[in-house]
């Protein structure tokens, strides 16, 4: 059973795993919790749609990037994710966010954005 929201499914990309061995390398909390984190996300990534990683992607975040680093500041993690949603969106898809950034670049893209504080 995949997780849903108002009858829509959610889905993930990359980003999401990564960013918590990033705010471990950054020292904002320990191994140990590091641990506990991962494992919960893996049962609990069960849940949810899996975008995968291809070329396209990759490709797509460059595109992002040299559009989009300079001027708006997006950085290579968030770029992955945009292009994640942006190469595998459909009807009535919305972009999920804490990150002003991404905001701004999916109002460009004029793409559908939730920004939440």
Known sequence: MTVQISGFPIWS??????RF????????FTEDKLEL???????????FNQIIMTG???REAELLISTYGKTIGLRSLDA??????KLNEEKNWIFVTSDSIQDKVIQRLKGESLFIE
């Not at 990309?13 to 990564?18: C, D």
């Not at 984190?37 to 849940?47: C, D, G, P, R």
């Open 37 to 47: 984190i991962l494992k919960s996300l893996k049962e609990q990534f069960n849940y």
């Open 80 to 85: 992955l994710h945009i292009a994640c949603w």
């Open 13 to 18: 990309g990359l980003k999401s795993k990564v």
């Open 56 to 58: 396209a992607i990759v």
């Open 21 to 28: 061995s990033e705010n471990f390398r950054n020292n904002e």
